[in-house]
């Protein structure tokens, strides 16, 4: 009778959890990093630091799952000082394509790249882009 009542009870603890299936699994992250230049006709670029910040802001970073085209996550690029960045922790593991939204006839040359995300590995992209600017 008291194994009969802990097999009850071990069984209503295990399958009680509607979502546990993705409780336990590894996941790994993810650093994209997009320098643009030239940002102006002539270098070096007068632009303050928040001037080259709302630049990058217009640009969304899409990330899809590579085998059905939906998109997941969309974020802004930040400006860190150097690059727009962008840095997304628990992706599970697979095949994610990166696109820039909006398109422009340069983000076309560049995107889509696709990032493979390991289990307890950080994978990081660095994409320079040539803005056309002269």
Known sequence: MRYLFASI????LLFSCKNNENIYLPTGSLDFYLILSPLCPVEPCKQTAE???KIYANYTVVISDSSTS???IQMPLKYDGKSGKISIKDLK????????????????K???IYAIIEKNKNTVINISLDTGIR
């Open 9 to 12: 009870l071990a069984f209503i």
């Open 51 to 53: 001037e080259i910040a």
């Open 70 to 72: 939906e998109a997941l």
């Open 93 to 108: 593991p697979a095949t994610y394509a990166i696109t820039l939204a909006p398109p422009s006839f340069f983000t076309r």
């Open 110 to 112: 560049v995107f889509p």
